[in-house]
Each structure stands twice: as structure tokens, then as C-alpha cells.
T-cell receptor, first 114, second 111 residues
Framework: EPEVTQTPSHQVTQMGQEVILRCVPI?????FYWYRQILGQKVEFLVS????????KSEIFDDQFSVERPDGSNFTLKIRSTKLEDSAMYFC????????????FGPGTRLTVL | EDQVTQSPEALRLQEGESSSLNCSYT??????LFWYRQDPGKGPEFLFT???AGEEKEKERLKATLTKKESFLHITAPKPEDSATYLC????????????FGKGITLSVRP
């Protein structure tokens, strides 16, 4: 069964450093999302991406965040200058559209900012 | 603003003891209501999508139902392997497709 994959599984970084989180979507899916989950809190929407552009973004997704699909397979989330409060699990989700509205989630990247 | 409230926060059951998990929602036009299972340190795993009031879906020991204001996830004769956090999320109608999640219900099933 096709799966969403994410790398790395765990990233530790110093405050102020840039990080790039990577996702490989399910192959025939066209819609891509990033969500985050701070420890003990609910899963929160960050951004949606379709046809090589952002469809919607939340208040969390400020100028420090960016997304791109650099090579037609990977989907990346970049945080330019990490803050302590960026520590969270980051989940990529992908959606086929048309036949189903279901978003399928990857296993997540645990980001720890020191 | 779309809102999802799940109750109780945590539920402890004896193996075989059936129960229901509640998800109340407010949304500006419901496109879909989703149930996911989340194991510790893992991503949400899709269980069900419900689209309209009165709809029901079943998978093994789980059955999801939907009304205009809430959804229930019924667990019949649970087993220890059903222990997980169960997440409810709504998707509003319209161009945008983000999911709005509740905090989840942590279910523990004792053997």
C-alpha cells in the first residue's frame, strides 16, 4: 500500500539555524499539506500546496516558513531561523482529490530546537 | 471559525467493555468529518470519512456515526491493541481543504 514518507525522523538544531523537512507524497496525489503537533496539543494546519503554489496558509505560517516541490517528487518545508517554540512534530499529508477527500499522513519529523 | 471538541479526554476500558467516543463540531458547511488513529510518536492513521448526517461506517470493532452536530466512534468489545489516541477532524466546504482537529481521546484498554 502506498505511503507518505518523511525524512529525517528526528532533527535537532540550534536556535536561529535553518532546517528543511522533506516529504515524499503518494505518487498520484496532487494536494500536499504540512501540519504540526506540539507535544500534548492538537494537530494544527500550517499550509496547503497545489499546482506549485500555496493554496492556503495559517497564521502560524509566517515569513520564516516556506514550502516548495523542487523536483516533482519531494515536498519540502523550510524554516529559515528556528525558534524554541518551533519544536514540534511536523506531519506531511497528501490527498488525491476527486475520488476522495482523505488526507494521508506521513510518520512525521520530530524537530527539537535547542 | 471551525471548532472540534472531543470527549472524554481519556478513557480506560477493560478488554471487551464497549464504549463510545464523542466529537462535537461547529463548521461553516461540512464537507467531511474524519476519524484518525494516532499511536505515540507516529502520524495519524486514517480510519473513516463521513459526509452527511445519518451516515455510518464500520471497520472491525469500530463504527463511526454522524449527526448535524456531532460524531461518535463506537468501539465494540475492544482489545488492548485498540489502545491509541483517536482524533476527529472536520473539513469545511469551499475552496480550502484544511483539516481542523480536536485534541483527541486517549483510549487505554486493559487486558
Amino acid at each position: 500500500e502506498p505511503e507518505v514518507t518523511q525524512t529525517p525522523s528526528h532533527q535537532v538544531t540550534q536556535m536561529g539555524q535553518e532546517v528543511i523537512l522533506r516529504c515524499v507524497p503518494i505518487s498520484n496525489h496532487l494536494y500536499f499539506y504540512w501540519y504540526r503537533q506540539i507535544l500534548g496539543q492538537k494537530v494544527e494546519f500550517l499550509v496547503s500546496f497545489y499546482n506549485n503554489e500555496i493554496s492556503e496558509k495559517s497564521e502560524i505560517f509566517d515569513d520564516q516558513f516556506s514550502v516548495e516541490r523542487p523536483d516533482g517528487s519531494n515536498f519540502t518545508l523550510k524554516i529559515r531561523s528556528t525558534k524554541l517554540e518551533d519544536s514540534a512534530m511536523y506531519f506531511c499529508a497528501t490527498q488525491e482529490w476527486g475520488s476522495t477527500d482523505t488526507q494521508y499522513f506521513g510518520p512525521g519529523t520530530r524537530l527539537t530546537v535547542l | 471559525e471551525d471548532q472540534v471538541t472531543q470527549s472524554p479526554e481519556a478513557l480506560r476500558l477493560q478488554e471487551g467493555e464497549s464504549s463510545s467516543l464523542n466529537c462535537s463540531y461547529t463548521v461553516s458547511g461540512l464537507r467531511g468529518l474524519f476519524w484518525y488513529r494516532q499511536d505515540p510518536g507516529k502520524g495519524p492513521e486514517f480510519l473513516f470519512t463521513l459526509y452527511s448526517a445519518g451516515e455510518e461506517k464500520e471497520k472491525e470493532r469500530l463504527k463511526a456515526t454522524l449527526t448535524k452536530k456531532e460524531s461518535f466512534l463506537h468501539i465494540t468489545a475492544p482489545k488492548p491493541e485498540d489502545s491509541a489516541t483517536y482524533l476527529c477532524a472536520v473539513q469545511a466546504s469551499g475552496a480550502n481543504s484544511k483539516l481542523t482537529f480536536g485534541k483527541g481521546i486517549t483510549l487505554s484498554v486493559r487486558p
